[in-house]
């Protein structure tokens, strides 16, 4: 089992940044891929960006490339996600996730965390 606990979100002012952390613990190897998801109210939960172990492969929405940015210690066993230039549009609960895969570009989960709201005001 992997446990994930994100941090970090927050209510931010349009073209504000926040950066959330993401803890990860238990029985985690070099095979996971890290990445962060969110959801909004009625909405799928939708892929926003990768990482995998060592940091050299890393995926993106293309909406989200160029104002997020994903990062790893881990000799923290911590995952952030920068997200920079923020948007009305980017307010969402916003999950991290572990997985094997890489399946379209997209992580796809096998754990998540318990979420963590981020809200941009106009």
């Known amino acids: 089992q992997v446990q994930l606990v994100e941090s970090g979100g927050g209510l931010v002012q349009a073209g504000g940044s926040l950066r959330l952390s993401c803890v990860v613990s238990g029985r985690t190897s070099s095979r996971y891929f890290m990445g962060w998801f969110r959801q909004t109210p009625g909405k799928e939960r939708k892929f926003v960006a990768a990482?995998?172990?060592?940091?050299?492969?890393?995926y993106y929405t293309n909406s989200e490339k160029g104002r997020f940015t994903i990062s790893r210690d881990n000799a923290k066993n911590t995952v952030y996600l920068q997200m920079n230039s923020l948007k009305p549009e980017d307010t969402a609960v916003y999950y991290c996730?572990?997985?094997?895969?890489?399946?379209?570009?997209?992580?796809?989960?096998?754990?998540w965390g318990q979420g963590t709201q981020v809200t941009v005001s106009s």
């Open positions: 996730a572990a997985g094997t895969d890489i399946v379209g570009s997209s992580l796809r989960p096998d754990y």
């Open positions: 990482i995998n172990w060592s940091g050299r492969n890393i």
